[in-house]
C-alpha cells in the first residue's frame, strides 16, 4: 500500500494522520501531495513527514517539487508525465515516480527515466467525480506493456484492492481512506 496525503480531507494536523497511518497501514510508502501550498509551506510540512516514515523505514516521496526534494535530500520524487522532461538532474534520485494515464505515457515516461509508474482512477472516487474511472482492463493493459512496476490509484478500498493487484499491478494507493482512516 502506498499513501497519498491530502491534508484537506484529513480530520486531524496531516503529521498525526500521517504517523496514525504509519501504524495502522504499514505502508510502502507516503507521498506528500499538498498541490496548494507554497514552497515554504510544502517544505515546512515534509520536514515534519520525513522523520515519521525514517523511524517506520517508509519510503517518502516528493510530490512535483524537485528543487525542495534536491534542498531536504529526497532521493524519491513523484512528478506528473508532463513535467518529467523539466527534471534537471535524474541521476540525484534514487528512485523517479510518474504520473501516467494511457499506453503512449508509459513509454514516455519510462524513456524519460521513470522507476515506477501511478496509473489512475481505476474505480469511481470522489476526488474525480464526473470523471469515468479507468477500469481494470486499462490498468491490466498498462501493466503489460510496463516493464517498471506500476501503482494503482483511484477509488480503491479493502473490498476491490486484490483486483489491480491481480491485473498485474505491483501495488496500490489510497488517499481520502487513508486522510479519514476508512481503509
Known amino acids: 500500500m502506498i499513501i497519498f496525503t491530502d491534508r484537506k480531507s484529513a480530520k486531524m494536523p496531516l503529521e498525526k494522520v500521517v504517523e496514525n497511518c504509519i501504524i495502522k497501514y504499514k505502508p510502502n510508502a507516503i507521498y506528500l501531495r499538498e498541490k496548494d501550498l507554497s514552497d515554504e509551506e510544502y517544505a515546512l510540512l515534509a520536514q515534519k513527514i520525513m522523520p515519521l ?16 526534494a534536491k ?30 494515464h494511457n499506453v503512449d505515457e508509459v513509454k514516455t515516461a519510462i524513456h524519460a527515466g521513470a522507476t515506477n509508474l501511478v496509473f489512475g482512477h481505476i474505480f469511481e472516487t470522489q476526488c474525480k467525480q464526473g470523471l469515468p474511472p479507468r477500469g481494470l482492463w486499462q490498468l491490466e493493459e498498462i501493466c503489460r506493456v510496463s516493464n517498471v ?35
Not at 516514515?53 to 525542495?68: N, P
Not at 484492492?161 to 499491478?169: D, F, Q, R, T
Open 53 to 68: 516514515c525514517k523511524q517506520s523505514d517508509t519510503a517518502f516521496y516528493i510530490c512535483e517539487r524537485e528543487e525542495i
Open 149 to 183: 512496476p506500476v501503482v494503482a490509484i483511484g477509488g480503491i478500498n479493502s473490498q476491490n484492492c486484490n483486483k489491480v493487484l491481480e491485473c498485474g499491478a505491483s501495488d496500490f494507493a489510497i488517499m481520502s481512506s487513508a486522510m479519514k482512516s476508512t481503509f
Open 71 to 100: 534542498s531536504l535530500g529526497v532521493k524519491n520524487l513523484h512528478i506528473s508525465v508532463k513535467n518529467i522532461s523539466k527534471i534537471g538532474t535524474i541521476c540525484e534520485f534514487c528512485n523517479i515516480s510518474v504520473s501516467i
